[in-house]
């Protein structure tokens, strides 16, 4: 996290800090930023997929654009219509299916997996509140701001974890790899990740965001095969087509309602020129 801020920070203050600085009614909305999208999930997640299996993590896991778009539809009331549900349904079913070909591996008590599972649960609640907040937030600030500015109040969040764990860390048998991919973590996940998604909330309902985080788990398949290596298999092409099949559809159904929006805001000014007109007709008769 603390590389994601420094990513980032040359940018924001490039403007002077007066312009980088929140507003005061901006500062509760951005500790709620923190504190549930990024420490918040973060935390639950690592307790969570401790106590179960990577099989049971991940069909937990393949809700979180389901839970994302009732809670746009809830908190946010924003329409969801048939084509958004079935684009939903489709974006879960294929992330679904990407995880099940793992199969289920490592089996715990019935209470560390209810216990794990919750967990999991709560983890995707803050993922959904993470974009969900963060869409709110786009109105009053830039995204820049947002992922920064929310990134740095997390910090003080981490530091008794990282403290704890600080004395068992093994400096010298850290790998070149791991520190890139910690750095490629922190600032190429964590700091620009964040400001594109926010950057993209800012333009699109959270519904449709929703339906966007079926690619996340896609991608990460993808780039499985390129970087580790891993072997490909044949279910995998059901998973990308169900979950490009659900991104296809939501796209789809923002044009046509794009579409209408333009026929019904073309209709209101021909409606109302057509009134002008009729108006000015009477007035010269008048005169």
């Known amino acids: 996290m603390a590389i994601g801020v420094l990513v980032l920070a040359p940018f924001l203050l490039a403007g002077g800090f007066a312009a980088?600085?929140?507003?005061?009614?901006?500062?509760?909305?951005?500790?709620?930023?923190?504190?549930?999208?990024?420490?918040?999930?973060?935390?639950?997640?690592l307790f969570g997929m401790a106590l179960v299996s990577g099989f049971i993590g991940s069909i937990v896991m393949s809700v979180t654009p389901a839970v994302t778009a009732m809670a746009a539809f809830l908190f946010f009331r924003e329409r969801l219509?048939?084509?958004k549900a079935a684009a939903i349904a489709l974006a879960v079913a294929g992330v679904l299916v990407l995880h099940l070909q793992g199969g289920q591996s490592g089996a715990g008590s019935a209470g560390s997996l209810l216990l794990g599972s919750a967990l999991v649960f709560a983890a995707v609640c803050c993922e959904a509140a993470y974009t969900l907040l963060g869409k709110l937030a786009t109105k009053r600030a830039s995204p820049l701001k947002i992922a920064f500015w929310?990134?740095?109040?997390s910090l003080p969040l981490?530091?008794?974890?990282?403290?704890?764990?600080?004395?068992?860390?093994?400096?010298?048998?850290?790998?070149?790899?791991?520190?890139?991919?910690?750095?490629?973590w922190?600032?190429?996940?964590?700091?620009?990740?964040?400001?594109?998604?926010?950057?993209?909330v800012s333009?699109?309902?959270?519904?449709?965001?929703?339906a966007f985080m079926g690619i996340m788990p896609v991608s990460a398949l993808l780039l499985s095969y390129l970087l580790l290596g891993k072997s490909f298999k044949a279910v995998h092409l059901v998973g990308f087509a169900v979950v490009f099949a659900g991104v296809i559809l939501i796209i789809r159904d923002d044009l046509k309602s794009g579409e209408a929006k333009?026929?019904?805001?073309?209709?209101?000014?021909?409606?109302?020129?057509?009134?002008?007109?009729?108006?000015g007709n009477s007035q010269a008769h008048g005169e």
């Open 81 to 83: 219509g048939l084509r």
């Open 203 to 210: 333009k699109t309902e959270g519904s449709i965001a929703a």
């Open 20 to 45: 980088a600085r929140p507003a005061a009614r901006d500062w509760m909305l951005f500790a709620l930023i923190a504190f549930f999208g990024m420490f918040g999930f973060s935390v639950l997640m």
């Open 158 to 184: 981490f530091l008794p974890f990282a403290a704890n764990e600080w004395q068992e860390v093994k400096w010298a048998e850290i790998s070149p790899d791991a520190w890139i991919a910690v750095f490629w």
């Open 262 to 279: 333009v026929s019904v805001n073309a209709n209101c000014s021909a409606t109302t020129f057509s009134v002008s007109q009729a108006q």
């Open 150 to 153: 929310a990134g740095l109040l």
């Open 186 to 200: 922190g600032g190429g996940t964590m700091g620009l990740g964040s400001l594109l998604w926010y950057a993209g």
